[in-house]
C-alpha cells in the first residue's frame, strides 16, 4: 500500500468526479472562502437564536407580569413606543397596553377576594388528596412490577402508561361522559353491586373527587415509570444482605426501598405537586368550575379573571402570588425531604 | 514526510486571575522518519506539547516548524498531521468505512471512488476489511485501535500523532500492539511524535525518547542513554524499572557517607568536588549482595518473579530494591551484606540534582543530544 | 417452611390481583370511549349502557366532520407540534451544544438564567404574551402557538447535560480531518445524540400536544383550532352531540396512543431525562 500510494502522491486521479462529488467540492470551495468561525464567535452563532426566543418570550414576559400587576389594564396599547426610521427600514415597536398604575391595589383586591382564596382552597383539597393517592398507588404498582415472580411485566407496564398519551382534553371529556349522572359508566357499574347513582358533577363533595380520579389516572403512569427506574437502580446487593440479616418483605421495603427511593421519591412529590398546582384543563372541562365554584382552580381562576373579565393587571397579581406560592411550596418540600 | 522543528514553546492556559505554565520554553527537533516518545509523569505538559503540534491548542510563544513550512498558525486539518486519541476517539454513529474516509471527504477533492479505493487498501493492510461496515462498538478494543491507527494512515498525513494510543488495551495485545506499531511506523517511514506515561513504553518503541515535567524538557536521547547518562536525578528516577535507589550522602574526604552507616569509599573523587552532600543513586540491577559487602541493610520483602528476584531492603527509614538472581533468597527480616561497582554509581547535585556522575561501567552507546538548561 | 411458602402464594396472588385490577382501571376509560364512538347517539344514553362496540363510528365521523370540519382541527394540531418539536430540537441542541462544549463570555449567568426559568408554570406567561401577540398581529396564528414555546429550558438543559458526555477528543479528532466547527455539530454531535434527541423530541410533542390555556386565548377561528381548544368548544354547544365527542377525543387519543405502543422506548427515556433534571 505505501508502495503504491507513495508512488501516485496524492493526486490518484481515475473515474470522472460524480455529481455528489462535485456538490461536496463545490461546498469545500464556499466554505474555504466564508471566515473560519472558532471559539467565542461559533459559540455565540449557536446560542444567540435560542436566547433572543428565551429574553422576548420568556425572560421579558416574566418581567412583564411583575410590572403589570402594579397596574389596571385600560385596553390594548395605542400608538408606539419608538420607533426607528432610517428611510426603506422602518420598524415601530407598540406600546403593549394602555395602564394606569394603581401601585398595591391589586394585591389589597386580592386580599379580602373570596373567590381567589376559595380556588386556593379547592386546589389545595385535591392537591392534598390527589398527590399522596397518587404517588402511593404508583409506587406500590412499580414495586409490585418490580417483584421478579411477575410475568408479562412489559405488557403491564404499557397498558398503566398508556394514559401519558392521552391528550389531557381529549381524556377530561372523556371523563365528564363516563362519570355522567345519568348514562355514565361509573354510575352503571355502581348500580350493578346496588349503589345508587352518586352527584359525580353536582355535589360539591364528589365533583372534587371526580377531578381527583381523572388526575390519577392521567398521570400514574408517568410516576410509575420514574419509580420504576428508580427501584431499578437499587443495588440488588442490599436486599440480599438485608435477606441475611433475617428481614421481612415489609422490613426490605421500609429499611432499604424506602430511603434508596427517596431522591426519586422526593422528585415526584415536587413534581406532581407543582403539576397538580397548575391545574387547569381538568376542572375548566369536567366541571367548569362548578358546581358553585366547589372545584374552581388557581389558575382557572386567573384565567376568568384575565380572559373572561379582562382584569388583567389583577390577574397578573393573582399570577404572582401563585408562581410565589408555587415556588415556595417546591423549595420547602426540597427543604424537608432532601437534607441526607 | 517532514522534520519537525519546535522552538521555544510555551503553553499558558489562563483561568481566572491564575495561570498555569503547562509547557515552558520547550526547544525539540524530531528528524525526519524518526519515532519520538514524550514520556512524563501526568500533568507533565506531554500532551500539551503534543496538542500544540497537532493545532488543537494555540501556543502561547514560540515557533513550529515542518520542513521548511512554519504551521505555528495554521490549524490542525491544514498541517498535514494525523493524530491518534486515547480512547480512539471513533465516531459512533458512522460505520469504520466512514469513520477512516471522513478526513479525505471533508478535506480533499478526492473523488467518493478514489476515497473508497484508498480506505479499502489502508483496510487490508490493517487486516480489518471484514470489519468496514461494522459500528466502533461492534468492535473489540484492538479492532477499535486499528481502526483509528487507519484512519490516521489513510491521510498519508506527514507527521503522526500518537496520544497514548495503547493504554486502553489489556497488557497482552498492548505488547503486540507495540511490535505491530512500531513495525508501521518503520514501513510508513512517517515522522511520529507518541506520548506516553509508561517508562517501559517509551524505552521499548522510541527511536528517541523525550522525557518532561513540570512543563520543562529534561532530556531528550537514545532510550538507552537518557537511561545509562540521565542529565539529572528526575530522569534517572523516572526511567528504569524498579526504580533507581537514592540516598542523601555527606561527602568526608573521598569517602561518601550515608543513612543507618552506609559509606562508600570513591576511587576517584573529582564529581564531588566542592561538594559537601550529594546524591546517591544506584541501579537495582547494580546491587549485588555478597558476604563480605562493605554495607549491610535488612530484608524486608523478596518478590520472586520467575527469572529474577526483587530482594526490598531495609537501610534505616530508606528502602533499597535490588534485583538478585533467582536462586538467592534471602528470609525477611535477615541481615545481609552489598556491594556495588563505582562504575555502576550515579552522583547528583544535592541541590540541583544535576548529574555530577552517571553509569560508565560498559562500552558506551550512542549518547542522545543532551538539552542545555 | 410450608407456612412461608404458603405465605409466599398468598403474596403473589395479592400482587397479581392489585396489578390487574389497576390494568383494569386504566384501561376502562379508553375501551368505553372506543364502544361510545361507535354508537350512534340514542343508543349512546341508553341505561344500561353499551359494552360492545357498534358500527355507527363512520357515521358519527361524518356528522362530526360536517359540523366542524375536525380533519382540519387535527391537521393544525399535527402540524404546529411537528413545526414545534423540529424548530425547538434545533435550537436547544444548539445552544445546549455550545453550552456543553464552548467557552463564552456570560456563560455561567445565561445558565442561571435557565434554570432559573425550569421550574416557572408556563401559565405564568399567557397573560403577557397574549397581550405581545395582539400588538404584534399575530394573533389567531400557528406562528403565535410555535415560536414563544422555542426556547425550552428543559430542552436546553437536557441538551446541554447529554452533549457533554461527548468526549471532548471525538470533537478535535474531526477537526483534525478538517470539519468546520458548525459540520462538527450536525455532523458528529447531533448523530452521536441521536437517542437524546428522540427522548426531547417527544418531551417537546408532547409539550405542544397538550398546550391548552395558551391556545385557547390566542385562537379566534375554529378552523385555527388544535384538538384540545376544538373539544373544549365542542362541549359548550347547546345541544350535546355525545357521539361526536366521543368520536373526536377517539381520533385524539388513538393515534398518539398507538405511537406510544411503537416509541414506549424512547416515550420512557422521555420521561426519565425529564426526571434526571436534579
Redesign the interface.
Known sequence: MSQETESTGKQITHGEPSILDRLRFARQDVAAKLPPLRGERIAYLLVSPFFVLFGLFLAFPVVYTLYLSFFEWQSVGQGNLFWVDFGPFYVEVPRIAELQFIGLSNYVRLAGDGLFWQSMFNTTYILLIQVPLMIGLALALAVALNASFVRFKGFFRTAIALPISANIVAYSTVFLLLFNEQFGFINYMLSQVGVSPIAWLTSEFWARKTIIAAVTWRWIGYNMIILLAGLQNIPQQLYEAAEIDGASRLEKFRYVTLPQLRPVLLFVVVLSTIGTFKLFAEPYVITGGGPTNATITIVQYIYRQAFVHWNLGYASALTVVFVGLVSAISIAQIRIGGDD | MARIEIDDLTKVYDSGDESIVAVEDLDLAVDDGEFLVLVGPSGCGKSTTLRCIAGLEDVTGGTLQFGERDVTDLRGSERDVAMVFQNYALYPHMTVRENIGFGLKLSTKLTAAEISERVESVAEMLGITELLEDKPKELSGGQQQRVALGRAIVREPSVFLMDEPLSNLDAKLRAEMRTELQELQQDLDVTTVYVTHDQTEAMAMGDRVAVMNDGVLQQVGSPEGIYRQPTNEFVANFIGSPSINLLTAEVDGNTLVGPAGFSYRLSDTAPVEGHSTVRVGIRPEDITLTEDGANHATVSVVEPMGNENFCYMELGDHELTARIDPDLRPQAGEEVRFTFDEKALYLFDADSGAALKTKSDAVSPGIGTEVSR | MREQRRKDAV??FL??A??LT??V??????Y??IV?ATLPQQE??????RLIPGTAFLDNFAALQERMNYVVTIWNSVFIAVVYTVLSLL??S??G???AK????F?EP?FY??LA?L???I??????????M???GWTDTFRAII?????N?IG?FLMRQNMRSI?D??L????????????I?YR?AL??M?SSLAALAIILF?FQ??L??YPL?ILEDPGNYT???A??G??GTQRIY?DQ??V??TL??IP??I???VL?KQ??SG??AG?L??
Open positions: 403474596w403473589m400482587t397479581y392489585f396489578i389497576m390494568v382501571v386504566m384501561l376502562i376509560p379508553l368505553w370511549m361510545a349512546f344514553i341508553e341505561f344500561p349502557p435550537l436547544c444548539m445552544a451544544f455550545a453550552f464552548y467557552e463564552f463570555r456563560k445565561l438564567a435557565i426559568t421550574v416557572l408554570p401559565q405564568l406567561l399567557v397573560i403577557p404574551l397574549f397581550l405581545m395582539s400588538q404584534i415560536i414563544p414555546w422555542l426556547a429550558p436546553i468526549p477528543a471525538l478535535e479528532s474531526a477537526r483534525m480531518d478538517g470539519a468546520s466547527e458548525l459540520q455539530f458528529i448523530p452521536a441521536r408532547l400536544w397538550d391548552f390555556l386565548v384538538i384540545p381548544v373539544l373544549a365542542l362541549e355525545y365527542i366521543m373526536a377525543t385524539a387519543i398518539m396512543a405511537l406510544f405502543l414506549q416515550f420512557v420521561i426519565l426526571s433534571k436534579e
